[in-house]
């Protein structure tokens, strides 16, 4: 049994949560990293496959590559790197 606080530790858990990023249409890589972070810090699945994509959409809309988008994307979102500016097409849509 797993008490508050503790990892989880089961390769199930980490596999089941990769399986649900994928069918989200989240690419292998991202899914990678997103997974273990969700396994090891707890965080939602939903509101992280949202934040993803939207940071991938915005580093895409920059003219990035689909593979640079995608890490830098997840380092935003891991705090490692600032997250990109909105642009105007981005403003109207997720801002409020």
Same mark, same amino acid.
């Given at each position: 049994?797993?008490?508050?606080?503790?990892?989880?530790?089961?390769?199930?858990?980490?596999?089941?949560?990769?399986?649900?990023?994928?069918?989200?249409?989240?690419?292998?890589?991202?899914? @990678?990293?997103?997974?273990?972070?969700?396994?090891?810090?707890?965080?939602?699945?939903?509101?992280?496959?949202?934040?993803?994509?939207?940071?991938?959409?915005?580093?895409?809309?920059?003219?990035? @590559?689909?593979?640079?988008?995608?890490?830098?994307?997840?380092?935003?979102?891991?705090?490692?790197?600032?997250?990109?500016?909105? @642009?105007?097409?981005?403003?109207?849509?997720?801002?409020?």
């Amino acid at each position: 049994m797993r008490v508050a606080g503790q990892e989880a530790n089961d390769p199930e858990v980490f596999q089941a949560i990769w399986k649900h990023l994928k069918t989200d249409g989240v690419p292998d890589q991202a899914a @990678n990293q997103m997974a273990a972070e969700m396994v090891t810090h707890g965080e939602d699945f939903e509101s992280s496959i949202e934040l993803f994509e939207r940071y991938f959409s915005m580093y895409k809309e920059k003219g990035y @590559n689909e593979h640079a988008a995608q890490a830098m994307a997840v380092e935003a979102m891991e705090g490692r790197e600032e997250p990109p500016k909105s @642009n105007t097409r981005f403003a109207g849509i997720y801002e409020s």
